[in-house]
Nanobody, 117 residues
Framework: VQLVESGGGLVQPGGSLRLSCAASGFTFSTYAMSWYRQAPGKERELVATITSAGGSTNYADSVKGRFIISRDNAKNTVYLQMNSLKPEDTAVYYC???????????WGQGTQVTVSS
């Protein structure tokens, strides 16, 4: 199993970024996927989750209305569209597979998102 994130970077407050996570080594379309983030000195936070077929999504209250999780099962890729970014969104963002027992069993290496003027 391999999860490779991309798309992080430096953005000004109010800006947007789209993160991508390319998955390989498993049948992507049969697993829910999540994005987590961890800011310096803070606990890891579950940001968003999408079901295997993409029919249902869930978001942390802190990002609801600003972030959108989506997936393309033909491309084995999950995305996180981040809009109206705030300095408090600064963190390392991780793509995570949700195992069939609802455990978070595989993690990507993470991509840094920095929101600053």
């Amino acid at each position: 199993v391999q999860l490779v994130e991309s798309g992080g970077g430096l953005v000004q407050p109010g800006g947007s970024l789209r993160l991508s996570c390319a998955a390989s080594g498993f049948t992507f379309s049969t697993y829910a996927m999540s994005w987590y983030r961890q800011a310096p000195g803070k606990e890891r936070e579950l940001v968003a989750t999408i079901t295997s077929a993409g029919g249902s999504t869930n978001y942390a209250d802190s990002v609801k209305g600003r972030f959108i999780i989506s997936r393309d099962n033909a491309k084995n890729t999950v995305y996180l569209q981040m809009n109206s970014l705030k300095p408090e969104d600064t963190a390392v963002y991780y793509c995570v597979r949700v195992g069939h027992r609802r455990e978070y069993d595989y993690w990507g290496q993470g991509t840094q998102v920095t929101v600053s003027s």
